[in-house]
């Protein structure tokens, strides 16, 4: 992959060079050259403190350095950039800030890097209570935006004036990290606010089985990991997985009915909002239910992703090397799809 046609300005793991680094770990997790590489490419030096999630702030290229340093042995290093990532939580436990709660720029994103650290650094470098004042800090703001406005569900919340529900800016994507450590939620959090809001969330979908991308939005039209069904695939599979309620499973599989209908997107072959995000829909799917359905859609998938002749993508993405908009985001998926029962879209599923 050549640097030189990356924007070496741009470190974020969604567009700038640490998606690639989060590459390199995934290709050679155990190759010093390659884990040397990938902590090069996060221009840990050239932080700006402006945001704070793992995807498009400081916290996804300080939690891969923390990652990185670990594997490589520096414990010195690890705890300075620790503390480094623990020092961005003062907006985030701050329920009056103006901070949003999605996963690219608000506190799900924060979180979501607080965990990666946790699972992959031993021993663990957030103790209990910290990870549960992020996660409080994000259920206090969702009640306290659907009690303003009277919503019919208990959690809701707003990004730049809308009520998204999709992956990357909405409702599904924040649940569905907060599902993924229910080990975090008391059980009166799991039935009275996330589970009623899940339940909201399903009255919602368009007769087509799809879902809009955010309330009152009537256009059927997007199906790709950060709005529509895609996302919402997720949030239903770890649903069942915590409420042991088929219906949610059913959800699941309904929403990849829609992909696998309409999921060939012209857009491009991107994780964000292309077909390679879409793939890894099957892929958790199969996960779920170890159904081979959802393993060969996920193949032909991946082998709609290898074609490179430009006949499959009308519009040619603003970073095309990138992780979530790119080249190395498929790269990312052809790597996965070899051990499809390990397989983890990257920066959503711990």
């Not at 995934?26 to 704070?52: F, I, V």
């Not at 995807?55 to 480094?84: Q, T």
């Not at 919602?204 to 997007?222: C, E, I, T, W």
């Not at 430009?310 to 603003?318: I, V």
């Amino acid at each position: 992959m050549k640097l030189q046609m990356l924007d070496l300005n741009d470190y974020s793991v969604y567009t700038g060079t640490s998606g690639i680094a989060l590459l390199k770990m995934k290709r050679g997790p155990t190759n010093s050259d390659m884990l040397k590489e990938a902590l090069k490419l996060l221009s840990l030096s050239r932080l700006k403190g402006k945001r704070h999630t793992f995807l498009c702030g400081d916290a996804g290229p300080l939690a891969i350095g923390i990652h990185l340093n670990h594997l490589m042995g520096k414990s010195e290093e690890v705890e300075m950039l620790c503390g480094k990532l623990k020092s961005l939580s003062r907006d985030i436990v701050n329920v009056q800030s103006d901070l949003p709660n999605e996963y690219l720029y608000g506190r799900t994103g924060y979180l979501y890097a607080i965990l990666y650290v946790n699972k992959h650094v031993t021993p663990q470098q957030f103790d209990d209570e910290f990870v549960r004042l992020i996660i409080e800090a994000i259920l206090v703001s969702g009640r306290n935006l659907s009690k303003a406005f009277s919503f019919k569900c208990p959690l809701m919340y707003e990004w730049h004036e809308s009520y998204y529900l999709g992956a990357a800016h909405g409702v599904s994507g924040i649940l569905y990290l907060l599902l993924q450590v229910k080990q975090y939620l008391p059980d009166d959090d799991l039935q009275n606010l996330i589970k009623p809001t899940i339940d909201y969330l399903t009255t919602q979908r368009f007769p087509s089985g799809n879902f809009p991308s955010s309330l009152g939005r009537d256009v059927d039209k997007y199906v790709q990991w950060c709005h529509g069904a895609p996302g919402f695939v997720y949030l239903f599979c770890e649903a069942y997985k915590v409420f042991h309620d088929p219906k949610y499973l059913q959800l699941a599989s309904e929403c990849g009915d829609v992909i696998w209908e309409r999921g060939l997107l012209k857009k491009g072959y991107s994780i964000c909002h292309g077909v390679a995000g879409n793939a890894y829909c099957f892929l958790e799917l199969y996960q779920t239910t170890k159904e081979l359905k959802h393993l060969y859609r996920a193949m032909k998938f991946a082998e709609w992703c290898l074609d490179d002749t430009k006949q499959h993508e009308e519009l040619s993405p603003d970073r095309p090397l990138s992780l979530y908009e790119g080249l190395a985001g498929r790269m990312y998926l052809f790597l996965d799809i070899q051990k499809p029962d390990e397989a983890k879209f990257p920066g959503f599923t711990l």
